[in-house]
């Protein structure tokens, strides 16, 4: 047996492990998922799974009535986090139409699982057009900050896992509540929609739902519903009324 074939095989047996241990407990939801594979040889910066989208040029626009609006954009840009190549996708965030957040997030896709893994984000808040601060910016790696999970390879409802793992700066978690919702958007009707709980270990009170639909990601945040997305490298674009 090959040294590529066997590693291939040990990776398989952790993920398979790493899914028994997230099935739900008796009387009880499954345990949050914490631990995820981040050796350097087993992550890419360019790749996908069904929800999630991690190639140059691709991007996600969100809006809502209010004028409130979130551009995602895969950048050609990477960076080297905690010793893994992780691909830079911005974030720019309007309140009422004016600009209130820009990150840059560091992802990475692993190889055989093809679990998109989060290992930070560069943030910096705008107040009447200038830098106010960078609150809630963490690498993994930085003061006990760990990568997390931002959207599992294989999605299945009642899964939980943490998404960033920066004790008291960054502690947000998801538990996947369906995939099988239907949604109506600018950009058109779209089926087999997956709906994430997301909540914050770091405040009990705040509990926000999102909406990932097969080959595009993210459609619903609050009340920002996609409008827009595609690729500004091969010029494909879909665009709503």
């Not at 996708?89 to 309140?95: G, M, Q, T």
Request: with cysteine; hydrophobic share 40%.
């Amino acid at each position: 047996m090959s040294k590529t074939l066997r590693h291939l095989l040990a990776v398989s047996a952790l993920v398979a492990i790493a899914a028994c241990a997230q099935s739900s407990t008796p009387g009880g939801p499954a345990p949050w998922a914490t631990d995820f594979p981040v050796d350097p040889a087993n992550l890419t910066s360019v790749g996908r799974n069904p929800y999630f989208i991690l190639e140059p040029g691709y991007y996600i626009v969100l809006k809502d009535h209010d004028k409130n609006q979130v551009t995602i954009s895969v950048l050609d840009e990477t960076r080297v986090v905690a010793g893994v190549e992780t691909r830079v996708i911005e974030e720019r965030e309007l309140a009422r139409g004016k600009l209130v957040e820009v990150s840059r997030n560091f992802f990475a896709i692993h190889k055989v699982s093809h679990d998109a893994l989060y290992f930070g984000e560069e943030v910096d808040m705008y107040k009447d057009g200038k830098i106010v601060n960078h609150e809630g910016t963490w690498l993994a790696g930085v003061d006990g900050a760990r990568a997390g999970l931002m959207m599992p390879g294989t999605a299945r409802v009642g899964y939980r896992h943490l998404q960033e793992q920066a004790p008291g700066v960054a502690m947000d978690r998801a538990e996947i509540q369906s995939v099988s919702e239907t949604l109506k958007t600018p950009a058109g009707k779209l089926a087999n929609v997956l709906k994430v709980e997301e909540t914050t270990t770091l405040a009990s009170n705040e509990l926000e739902y999102k909406y990932y639909a097969p080959g595009i990601g993210i459609v619903k945040e609050e009340q920002m519903l996609l409008v827009e997305h595609g690729n500004r490298k091969t010029g494909k674009h879909k665009t709503g009324k």
